[in-house]
């Protein structure tokens, strides 16, 4: 079983930065893609960006030139570089992991639904105040 958890949401100013960070733990894994979601007080939930095994990335309109997302596989960490953010990206910050107990699937495939992944984080706030 692997385990995601979130860190580095809080408490910003319109045009600041932020990083997040999903630590992955737990016996051995194959991740085939992982991507950030978020949801906003009322609203659904939505891709903000994917990145999967082959290093291709997604992002949603409203956050790319922006946003970068990025890996550490030393450490098992899944970062989201946020640049420039605005009220509008305020939300509950999520990490989701395709995973699988076997070899990577073949091809590029990007997943920007939710219901592709299985595993999901507790998510992190992230406040943007303007």
């Known amino acids: 079983q692997v385990q995601l958890v979130e860190s580095g949401g809080g408490l910003v100013q319109a045009g600041d930065s932020l990083r997040l960070s999903c630590a992955a733990s737990g016996r051995f894994f194959t991740w085939d893609a992982m991507a950030w979601f978020r949801q906003a007080p009322g609203k659904g939930q939505e891709v903000v960006a994917v990145?999967?095994?082959?290093?291709?990335?997604y992002y949603t309109d409203s956050v790319k030139g922006r946003s970068t997302i990025s890996r550490d596989d030393a450490k098992n960490t899944l970062y989201l570089q946020m640049n420039s953010l605005n009220p509008e990206d305020t939300a509950r910050y999520y990490c989701?992991?395709?995973?699988?107990?076997?070899?990577?699937?073949?091809?590029?495939?990007?997943?920007?639904?939710?219901?592709?992944?299985?595993?999901w984080g507790q998510g992190t706030q992230v406040t943007v105040s303007s």
């Open positions: 990145l999967n095994w082959l290093g291709s990335t």
């Open positions: 989701a992991a395709r995973i699988t107990s076997g070899a990577h699937e073949a091809g590029n495939n990007i997943y920007t639904r939710a219901d592709s992944y299985n595993g």
